[in-house]
């Protein structure tokens, strides 16, 4: 056999083998409990995200997907935890647009969100609204901006940390008004929200997912949704544009990633399970009344999420450069 032949002969049997491998993986996984890391505490909206996911994907993998909340520095410590993690298939990330700002919000960041990852696909995008405490003295919209124009130096504002979508939505809302308030950091915005409810923070920005029952149930004061126009899980709801604060837009869009180097079939696999979750009309309602939403279908998939964090780091990029503040 000459050395050409050999070669090619060589290289046949290894992709035979790989190919073979990849079936005989694919038909093994998953052996065990697939983990699912939250970037913020038990409770908060992502988490509830979370667990709805785990629960539909639990049922089509035939093995539990199980929650587990790493909190901590905006959701950065859990992304980090993810990408160190073993590329077994048996670790994967969900996080929101905090993906796409930490690279402009923090200067030491030790993973780049789009290439250190296996990209699973997108999971459902959510709204986001702007509450205050039960008894705060504004009435509306345009109350509370004149309120909190008036009080600054005395008013808090509660968030998740530099990297959450509730600082990032707080400090757009203080920007638009010109005003510096008091942040106060939470682990994530369920405990936050227990804080707003308990009277010991005066605003909080966060996700329908985690809000929607407690305007319903009148225990927290609305001022306004943060999407462009009205949403149907709150159709009395005014947009802050209604509400005089304009072009105020943030949509929380979530993710699923692995560690890099996840093998393709666990992915496609993984990815599968998603899709077939955001088919089911139990977890499409359940998100629908917390005013989610499916995402389009090619956002769905590993090479549309990939591209879309890709547009999503240079949009609030730009954004958070050209509000200098950010930083750290
Ligand atoms: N809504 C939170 C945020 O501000 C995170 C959470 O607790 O899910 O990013």
Redesign the pocket.
Known sequence: MNLNRRLFTAAAVASTLALGSSAALAQAYPAKPISLVVP??AG????IVARTLAATMTKSLGQSVVVENKTGAG?TIAAGFVMKAPADGYTFLIH?N?MATAPALYRKLAYNPVTDFEHVGNVVDVPMTMLGRKDMPAATMADLVNYVKANADKINLA??GLG????LCGTLFQQALGVNVTTIPFQ???PALNALLGGQVDLLC??TT?TVPHIKAGTVKLYGVTTKQRIKALPDAPTMSEGGVKDFEVIVWHGVYAPKGTPAPVIQKVGDALREALKDPAFIQRMAELGGEIPPAARQTSDGQRAWLVSEVDKWGKAIRAAGQFAD
């Open positions: 913020f505490a908060g909206p992502t988490d959701g929101h905090g968030n998740a959450a979508v509730s600082h994530g915005t369920g966060d996700q985690n």
